[in-house]
T-cell receptor
Framework: DVKVTQSSRYLVKRTGEKVFLECVQD?????MFWYRQDPGLGLRLIYF???????EKGDIPEGYSVSREKKERFSLILESASTNQTSMYLC???????????FGQGTRLTVV | DAKTTQPPSMDCAEGRAANLPCNHS???????VYWYRQIHSQGPQYIIH???NNETNEMASLIITEDRKSSTLILPHATLRDTAVYYC???????????FGAGTILRVKS
Protein backbone atom coordinates (compact mmCIF):
# COMPACT_ATOMS: atom_id res chain seq x y z
CA ASP A 1 0.00 0.00 0.00
CA VAL A 2 1.05 3.53 -0.71
CA LYS A 3 1.96 5.36 2.41
CA VAL A 4 2.04 9.12 2.84
CA THR A 5 3.41 10.07 6.23
CA GLN A 6 3.24 13.48 7.81
CA SER A 7 5.76 14.10 10.56
CA SER A 8 3.36 15.35 13.21
CA ARG A 9 -0.31 14.80 13.93
CA TYR A 10 -0.61 17.81 16.23
CA LEU A 11 1.64 20.85 16.47
CA VAL A 12 1.47 24.04 18.56
CA LYS A 13 3.69 26.97 17.59
CA ARG A 14 4.03 30.59 18.62
CA THR A 15 3.32 33.58 16.40
CA GLY A 16 6.42 34.56 14.43
CA GLU A 17 8.08 31.14 14.62
CA LYS A 18 9.39 29.42 11.50
CA VAL A 19 7.47 26.18 11.08
CA PHE A 20 8.35 23.13 9.00
CA LEU A 21 5.75 20.54 8.08
CA GLU A 22 7.25 17.40 6.59
CA CYS A 23 5.68 14.85 4.28
CA VAL A 24 7.22 11.63 3.02
CA GLN A 25 5.82 9.14 0.50
CA ASP A 26 7.21 5.69 -0.21
CA UNK A 27 5.93 4.92 -3.72
CA UNK A 28 8.23 7.00 -5.95
CA UNK A 29 5.43 9.42 -6.92
CA UNK A 30 6.46 12.45 -8.96
CA UNK A 31 3.64 14.71 -7.78
CA MET A 32 3.16 15.94 -4.24
CA PHE A 33 0.67 18.44 -2.83
CA TRP A 34 0.04 20.53 0.27
CA TYR A 35 -3.50 21.54 1.22
CA ARG A 36 -5.02 23.28 4.17
CA GLN A 37 -8.49 22.46 5.40
CA ASP A 38 -10.73 24.82 7.31
CA PRO A 39 -14.37 24.37 8.39
CA GLY A 40 -16.78 25.29 5.61
CA LEU A 41 -13.99 25.90 3.08
CA GLY A 42 -13.05 22.37 2.13
CA LEU A 43 -9.49 21.65 1.02
CA ARG A 44 -7.53 24.49 -0.53
CA LEU A 45 -4.36 23.88 -2.50
CA ILE A 46 -1.30 25.76 -1.19
CA TYR A 47 1.51 24.41 -3.39
CA PHE A 48 2.29 21.38 -5.46
CA UNK A 49 5.42 19.86 -6.90
CA UNK A 50 5.68 17.71 -10.02
CA UNK A 51 9.36 16.83 -9.71
CA UNK A 52 12.39 17.33 -7.51
CA UNK A 53 13.11 21.05 -7.07
CA UNK A 54 10.01 21.92 -9.12
CA UNK A 55 7.02 23.66 -7.57
CA GLU A 56 3.92 25.54 -8.54
CA LYS A 57 1.68 27.82 -6.55
CA GLY A 58 -1.79 26.64 -5.72
CA ASP A 59 -4.71 28.84 -4.82
CA ILE A 60 -3.46 30.19 -1.48
CA PRO A 61 0.36 30.30 -1.48
CA GLU A 62 0.73 33.56 0.47
CA GLY A 63 2.63 33.11 3.70
CA TYR A 64 3.97 29.69 2.69
CA SER A 65 6.93 28.26 0.84
CA VAL A 66 7.88 24.69 -0.05
CA SER A 67 10.96 22.59 -0.58
CA ARG A 68 11.43 19.40 -2.60
CA GLU A 69 15.08 18.35 -2.47
CA LYS A 70 14.35 14.63 -2.71
CA LYS A 71 11.60 12.87 -4.60
CA GLU A 72 10.06 11.27 -1.54
CA ARG A 73 9.96 14.37 0.66
CA PHE A 74 7.92 17.57 0.33
CA SER A 75 8.18 20.22 3.04
CA LEU A 76 5.82 23.08 3.74
CA ILE A 77 7.39 26.09 5.42
CA LEU A 78 5.68 28.88 7.30
CA GLU A 79 8.35 31.57 7.40
CA SER A 80 6.69 33.51 10.22
CA ALA A 81 3.66 31.73 11.61
CA SER A 82 0.52 33.74 12.21
CA THR A 83 -2.71 32.87 14.01
CA ASN A 84 -4.62 32.79 10.72
CA GLN A 85 -2.47 29.85 9.68
CA THR A 86 -4.03 27.72 12.40
CA SER A 87 -5.52 24.89 10.36
CA MET A 88 -5.41 21.24 9.35
CA TYR A 89 -2.66 20.64 6.79
CA LEU A 90 -2.87 17.68 4.43
CA CYS A 91 -0.16 16.28 2.18
CA UNK A 92 -0.89 14.12 -0.87
CA UNK A 93 1.05 12.34 -3.59
CA UNK A 94 0.17 10.96 -7.01
CA UNK A 95 1.94 9.10 -9.75
CA UNK A 96 1.95 10.96 -13.06
CA UNK A 97 -0.69 9.40 -15.32
CA UNK A 98 -2.47 7.73 -12.42
CA UNK A 99 -5.95 8.69 -11.37
CA UNK A 100 -5.71 8.38 -7.63
CA UNK A 101 -4.04 10.72 -5.16
CA UNK A 102 -3.05 9.39 -1.73
CA PHE A 103 -3.33 11.54 1.35
CA GLY A 104 -1.58 11.60 4.67
CA GLN A 105 -3.45 11.73 7.97
CA GLY A 106 -2.99 15.45 8.35
CA THR A 107 -1.23 17.80 10.78
CA ARG A 108 -3.37 19.98 12.98
CA LEU A 109 -1.36 23.14 13.50
CA THR A 110 -2.29 25.67 16.15
CA VAL A 111 -0.49 29.03 16.18
CA VAL A 112 -0.82 30.89 19.47
CA ASP B 1 -10.36 23.48 -13.84
CA ALA B 2 -14.16 23.65 -13.91
CA LYS B 3 -15.98 24.61 -10.75
CA THR B 4 -18.34 22.18 -9.03
CA THR B 5 -21.44 22.78 -6.92
CA GLN B 6 -22.62 20.29 -4.30
CA PRO B 7 -25.30 20.47 -1.60
CA PRO B 8 -23.73 21.19 1.80
CA SER B 9 -25.29 18.19 3.53
CA MET B 10 -27.52 15.15 3.04
CA ASP B 11 -28.99 12.42 5.23
CA CYS B 12 -29.50 8.79 4.26
CA ALA B 13 -31.00 5.80 6.09
CA GLU B 14 -28.69 2.87 6.68
CA GLY B 15 -29.11 0.18 4.03
CA ARG B 16 -30.64 2.57 1.52
CA ALA B 17 -28.94 4.01 -1.54
CA ALA B 18 -27.22 7.35 -1.08
CA ASN B 19 -27.34 9.57 -4.18
CA LEU B 20 -24.96 12.52 -4.06
CA PRO B 21 -25.39 15.12 -6.82
CA CYS B 22 -22.77 17.40 -8.33
CA ASN B 23 -23.17 20.20 -10.86
CA HIS B 24 -20.26 21.02 -13.16
CA SER B 25 -21.93 23.04 -15.90
CA UNK B 26 -18.67 24.57 -17.18
CA UNK B 27 -16.88 21.26 -17.62
CA UNK B 28 -14.68 20.98 -20.72
CA UNK B 29 -14.57 18.04 -23.07
CA UNK B 30 -11.26 16.77 -21.71
CA UNK B 31 -12.09 17.12 -18.02
CA UNK B 32 -12.80 14.07 -15.90
CA VAL B 33 -15.15 13.90 -12.91
CA TYR B 34 -13.54 12.54 -9.73
CA TRP B 35 -15.05 11.70 -6.38
CA TYR B 36 -13.18 11.53 -3.09
CA ARG B 37 -14.45 11.18 0.45
CA GLN B 38 -13.04 12.16 3.82
CA ILE B 39 -13.99 10.30 6.93
CA HIS B 40 -13.55 12.23 10.16
CA SER B 41 -9.91 12.64 11.25
CA GLN B 42 -8.55 10.99 8.10
CA GLY B 43 -7.16 12.24 4.81
CA PRO B 44 -9.38 12.12 1.69
CA GLN B 45 -9.74 8.80 -0.09
CA TYR B 46 -10.31 8.26 -3.82
CA ILE B 47 -13.65 6.65 -4.74
CA ILE B 48 -14.21 6.71 -8.49
CA HIS B 49 -13.79 8.78 -11.65
CA UNK B 50 -15.26 9.00 -15.15
CA UNK B 51 -15.26 10.99 -18.39
CA UNK B 52 -18.64 10.41 -20.03
CA ASN B 53 -19.66 6.80 -19.52
CA ASN B 54 -21.18 5.57 -16.29
CA GLU B 55 -18.68 3.80 -14.06
CA THR B 56 -18.96 1.26 -11.25
CA ASN B 57 -16.44 -0.19 -8.84
CA GLU B 58 -16.57 -2.00 -5.53
CA MET B 59 -17.26 1.21 -3.63
CA ALA B 60 -19.76 3.14 -5.75
CA SER B 61 -21.33 3.97 -9.10
CA LEU B 62 -20.92 7.21 -11.00
CA ILE B 63 -23.67 8.41 -13.32
CA ILE B 64 -22.75 11.28 -15.67
CA THR B 65 -25.49 13.03 -17.64
CA GLU B 66 -25.28 12.99 -21.41
CA ASP B 67 -24.39 16.71 -21.57
CA ARG B 68 -21.82 16.10 -18.79
CA LYS B 69 -23.02 19.11 -16.85
CA SER B 70 -23.87 17.08 -13.78
CA SER B 71 -23.19 13.74 -12.17
CA THR B 72 -24.39 11.58 -9.29
CA LEU B 73 -22.36 9.37 -7.01
CA ILE B 74 -24.37 6.37 -5.80
CA LEU B 75 -23.51 4.33 -2.72
CA PRO B 76 -25.91 1.42 -3.26
CA HIS B 77 -26.31 0.26 0.35
CA ALA B 78 -25.09 2.97 2.68
CA THR B 79 -23.65 1.96 6.05
CA LEU B 80 -22.82 4.04 9.11
CA ARG B 81 -19.15 3.92 8.04
CA ASP B 82 -20.06 5.85 4.87
CA THR B 83 -20.72 8.96 6.97
CA ALA B 84 -18.14 11.38 5.56
CA VAL B 85 -17.59 14.50 3.47
CA TYR B 86 -17.84 13.70 -0.24
CA TYR B 87 -15.97 15.83 -2.75
CA CYS B 88 -16.73 16.11 -6.46
CA UNK B 89 -13.80 17.39 -8.52
CA UNK B 90 -13.29 17.98 -12.23
CA UNK B 91 -9.88 18.21 -13.80
CA UNK B 92 -8.08 17.70 -17.05
CA UNK B 93 -7.16 14.10 -17.75
CA UNK B 94 -4.05 13.42 -15.78
CA UNK B 95 -3.30 17.04 -15.00
CA UNK B 96 -1.38 17.67 -11.84
CA UNK B 97 -3.67 20.05 -10.05
CA UNK B 98 -6.43 18.59 -7.90
CA UNK B 99 -8.75 21.31 -6.60
CA PHE B 100 -11.36 20.49 -3.96
CA GLY B 101 -14.58 22.37 -3.17
CA ALA B 102 -16.47 22.39 0.11
CA GLY B 103 -18.06 18.98 -0.51
CA THR B 104 -21.24 17.35 0.82
CA ILE B 105 -21.50 16.06 4.38
CA LEU B 106 -23.33 12.73 4.15
CA ARG B 107 -24.84 11.47 7.41
CA VAL B 108 -25.97 7.85 7.36
CA LYS B 109 -28.45 7.20 10.15
CA SER B 110 -29.66 3.92 11.65
Amino acid sequence: DVKVTQSSRYLVKRTGEKVFLECVQDMDHENMFWYRQDPGLGLRLIYFSYDVKMKEKGDIPEGYSVSREKKERFSLILESASTNQTSMYLCASRLTGATEAFFGQGTRLTVV
Amino acid sequence: DAKTTQPPSMDCAEGRAANLPCNHSTISGNEYVYWYRQIHSQGPQYIIHGLKNNETNEMASLIITEDRKSSTLILPHATLRDTAVYYCIVRVGYGNKLVFGAGTILRVKS
